[in-house]
C-alpha cells in the first residue's frame, strides 16, 4: 500500500459522511482542544484543523493500525492508536482534562471494505477475520465456531436483523460438526442453502453482525457515551454518527437522559433524571440526497449532536 507522506488526507481510504453537518454541530472553538475518536482517513479531522488556529489541538484515535498512514505532519495532531472506549485514560495521559468537543464516526471505512485479507467485505474471498485492531484476538471465525447456537441466534437476530436469524444459528451448528468454517466462500457456500431474498444484502447484514460482535461495538460505545460528560468542558459538544438502529438508540437515549435506561411511561411513576447533557437537534440529522447519491454509506448513517450544560 502506498504510505501517504503528505499532509493531503487520502480520499480513497474512506469518504467522510456528513462532513458539513458535523463541522457546524461541533461548533468549533478556534483555539480549543477537539477529539476524532475515529480518525481513520482523516477527513473529519482535517476538516476540524483547518477551523483550529495555531493554538487548537487534535487528539485522533484510531485502533485500527492502517489509519496512521494518513495522519498529516502537524503538530498540533496527537495520535493515539487505540479504541475510543479508553478515551478518558488516554486524554489525562497526554495532560488533557477536558475537551471542547469530541467526534465519533461508527462506520466502518471504505479502506476496510476494501482491503481484501482483511475479511469485512463479501466480494472477497479470505479467512474470516474482521477484527478493526488487530492485535485482538477473537476472529469472526472463533464467533462462528465456538458460540452456542442460541448466543448465534441473538447475534444475527440483534444486530444483522437476519429475516431467518434462527435457521441460519442452527445451520451454522450443523455445518462446523463437519468441517470448521474459516473462509467467506466456505461459510457462504455452507449456507447457501437458507439464504433469503437478495444474498448481497443477506450476508451484508450477517456480516454486519459477526463485525459488530467481533470489535464489541455496542460495549465500545457505552463506554464512549459514560465518559462523554465527564471529559467534556462545559459549552462541549459531543457529535456522534451511527449506522445502525442499536447504536442509534443508545445514543439517542444517552443523550436525552445521561443513562442507558429509557424512562418509565407509567404516569403514576414520577421519576426526575437529570442529565449533564442537552440535545442541539432533537431529531438525527441525515445525510442529503446529493451526499446519499454521491456516496451510498452515507444513506444510514444519522449524527446525533448533544452540549455539556
Do not use: W
Amino acid at each position: 500500500m502506498k504510505e501517504n507522506t503528505n499532509t493531503d488526507f487520502s480520499s480513497a481510504y474512506h469518504v467522510p459522511v456528513l462532513l458539513h453537518e458535523v463541522i457546524e454541530g461541533l461548533n468549533i472553538n478556534p483555539s480549543g482542544v477537539y477529539v476524532d475518536c475515529t480518525f481513520g482517513g482523516g477527513g473529519h479531522s482535517k476538516a476540524i484543523l483547518e477551523k483550529l488556529d495555531e493554538n487548537g489541538k487534535l487528539v485522533a484515535f484510531d485502533q485500527d493500525a492502517d489509519a496512521k498512514q494518513n495522519l498529516p505532519d502537524d503538530p498540533r495532531v496527537v495520535f493515539v492508536p487505540h479504541n475510543f472506549r479508553y478515551i478518558q485514560r488516554f486524554l489525562r495521559l497526554n495532560g488533557i482534562k477536558e475537551v471542547d468537543g469530541l467526534l465519533a464516526d461508527l462506520g466502518v471505512s471504505s479502506h476496510q471494505f476494501d482491503e481484501a485479507d482483511r475479511g469485512f467485505s463479501i466480494r472477497f474471498d479470505a479467512a474470516l477475520d474482521m477484527r478493526m485492531d488487530q492485535r485482538q484476538e477473537k476472529t469472526a471465525a472463533d464467533i462462528l465456531n465456538t458460540y452456542s447456537e442460541a448466543q448465534l441466534h441473538k447475534l444475527f437476530e440483534q444486530y444483522g436483523e437476519v429475516t431467518n436469524s434462527k435457521t441460519l444459528a442452527k445451520t451454522v451448528a450443523e455445518k462446523r460438526k463437519v468441517a470448521t468454517l474459516q473462509t467467506i466462500e466456505g461459510f457462504k457456500s455452507a449456507v447457501s442453502d437458507i439464504v433469503k431474498g437478495n444474498p448481497n444484502k443477506y450476508f451484508a447484514q450477517v456480516f454486519q453482525a459477526l463485525r459488530m460482535e467481533v470489535n464489541d461495538e455496542t460495549g465500545a460505545l457505552r463506554e464512549l457515551l459514560e465518559q462523554v460528560p465527564g471529559v467534556l468542558k462545559s459549552g462541549g459538544r459531543a457529535a456522534i454518527i451511527t449506522f445502525h438502529s442499536i447504536e442509534d438508540r443508545l445514543v439517542k437515549v444517552f443523550f436525552k437522559a445521561g443513562t442507558f435506561e429509557e424512562e418509565d411511561e407509567n404516569p403514576f411513576v414520577m421519576t426526575e433524571r437529570v442529565s449533564q447533557l442537552k440535545l442541539v437537534n432533537k431529531k438525527p440529522i441525515v445525510a442529503s440526497a446529493e451526499e446519499q447519491k454521491r456516496n451510498s454509506r452515507s444513506r444510514s448513517a444519522k449524527l446525533r449532536v448533544a452540549e455539556k450544560i
